[in-house]
């Protein structure tokens, strides 16, 4: 392995690290207003889950399997696909 396919490695697993998810959480938190943990909290008011939803989807486009951000969000990987086709119906069907 050289050192860029090691360099390569680390930052894929740096991305792809739980950590991540959570800072993702939590500026998606500070730019909506709620905290971080109502965003991965069970409550259903109509702007929390369109926050949840967006937290999803930029995790989601920065590579993270929906497993991965299902158990950060305490959600299971369905939960999390239904918060993704929600959150692209509300950009016009981009991704």
Same mark, same amino acid.
């Given at each position: 392995m050289t050192p860029e396919d090691a360099a390569r490695a680390a930052a894929i697993r740096t991305r792809c690290h739980p950590a991540r998810i959570t800072e993702i959480i939590a500026e998606v938190a500070e730019a909506t207003g709620w905290e971080p943990q109502e965003i %991965?909290? !069970?409550?259903?008011?109509? =702007?929390?889950? @369109? !926050?949840?939803?967006? /937290?999803?989807? #930029? /995790?989601?486009? @920065? =590579?993270? $399997?929906? %497993?991965?951000?299902?158990?950060?969000?305490?959600?299971?990987? $369905? $939960? #999390?696909? +239904? !918060?993704?086709?929600?959150?692209?119906?509300?950009?016009?069907? %981009? +991704?």
């Open positions: %991965t909290g !069970a409550r259903v008011f109509p =702007g929390l889950v @369109e !926050a949840r939803d967006l /937290a999803c989807f #930029i /995790a989601r486009r @920065e =590579g993270f $399997s929906l %497993t991965r951000i299902g158990n950060v969000l305490r959600r299971d990987h $369905s $939960s #999390i696909r +239904s !918060a993704l086709q929600r959150e692209q119906r509300r950009r016009g069907g %981009t +991704s």
